[in-house]
């Protein structure tokens, strides 16, 4: 048994030692290995699936460049990933593959080609990302943000912990895994034993660049000793919501966990190019781009038109790794794949309120009550577990008397706007588009209905155990697309249940 690591101790009871049987079987979606697939004699259709037998070699060539250690330049095609395009020089000849578009794609990633209707829709307001979140990430954090893009490099998808053969996952195919068990009981597995801490769980080169602002590096700098806690019970602001009139918004129509399930009215996007708000071509936008705060891992926007003026602007963050709690120097709840959210709710362009998603609930403040930089509000992010609260501090939960609790500082200032993924959605149509800021941001990953992790550990499992009903490892998350974007209140529960929205902290 290998030493316990600083992350995962206390209590580790083994490395995992289940090797992959050479007699498992293997799912596969075209029974069993298959040849490139022949092209269609249609002139219409021909050159699409050239491009995509040109694909499928380059990942054919690539598995033989791991399998024989045979990698090299002459390899190399490339790939892209949810974050920055870089632009290579004019003398790089590298052949990277194309992802061509349906030629009757109604989802056109120009805006040049938008009707004045899709130009609307697809619109981020400027108020928005003047009122972006600001994310203060723990000092002494181990598992700092990810891209989705590159988390899928590192898992492999299976079904009832068998590999399921198919395509390697990108974020333009991530959908075609919904086609077994509607992708309800599909997991991103990881191809490392997370307890060993491979780079692509940790990505400390992910920790968001030193701000350049006096101010900020100020409260950067405050004294520990200021910290407080989130307080449980006081002034709410419901009363007003309700006479204002945003309290409730909406139809409520919101895909739910209990409804997974492949979606057949979106429209497929294959882009070239990867652009993300931050990357070259957004520059010339002094209230988008600034120095300092930058992630290299992007935050993902997507924002819900309510009517009657409602917005709902959701900002998602995603980690590789979520390290779980401690109780009675006993971990519990680690998991592959970790996504976050805060909500900020808007009428007539105004900020009224934010949610702040902790593990299965969460808290909602008024714009008012929250801490601010300028304009933009400030969350907390928990060590290890990444839940996010409106104040630094220890923060219990579930338990009596602090047993499990959370812990957030004033460690690394995180800007989202300076590297993000920008989308519109209309959960009455469950339609994501690619926004006007980032029209070629893929869409399929979205649609994906299975989870973002690891299934559950068996017990047989060196890694698990259990004490009480709770497990060490449990399963990934499902994506954003199953955290009720339709929501009609800011809270993140029931449209049926009360929202309570402090008017304090």
Known sequence: MSSPNRYLTPHRLGAHDRPRQP????????????????????????????????????????????????????????????????????????????FP??????????????????????????????HAPLVHLFSGEGFWPSDIAEHLLHVSPELDYVPIDTPDPNLTNLNDLNRWTKGRHVYLTSNDDPETLPDWITKEENIPEDLEDNYIRAMARADDNDRWEIVAEGKLANDKAIQEGWYEAGDGNSVEESDIADNSQHVSVRPTKVKTVGSRAYTKNPQVVKKGGRSGAPAILVVVDKGDGIVDAFWFFFYSFNLGNVVFNIRFGNHVGDWEHVCVRFQHGIPKAVFFSEHNFGDAYSYEAVQKIGKRPVIYSATGSHAMYAAPGTHSYILPFGLLHDQTDRGPLWDPTLNAHTYTYSPSTDTLRPSNLTPTSPIEWFYFAGQWGDRQYPLDDGRQYEFAGQFHYVSGPLGPRFKRLGRKKVCGGRDDEICNIKDEL
């Open 101 to 130: 578009h349906d030629p009757n794609d109604r989802n056109k990633t120009s805006p040049d080609d938008w009707s004045d209707d899709e130009r609307v829709i697809r619109d981020i307001p400027q108020f928005v990302l003047e």
């Open 23 to 98: 007699s498992e079987k293997i799912i596969s979606r075209m029974g069993g290995g298959s040849p490139l697939p022949l092209c269609p004699q249609s002139q219409v259709l021909m050159k699409a699936c050239l491009a995509d037998r040109k694909v499928a070699a380059i990942r054919q060539q690539a598995a033989a460049c791991k399998l024989f250690g045979t990698c090299g330049r002459t390899h190399w095609r490339g790939r892209w990933r949810l974050g920055d395009f870089v632009d290579h020089d004019e003398d790089d000849e590298r052949d990277e593959p194309s």
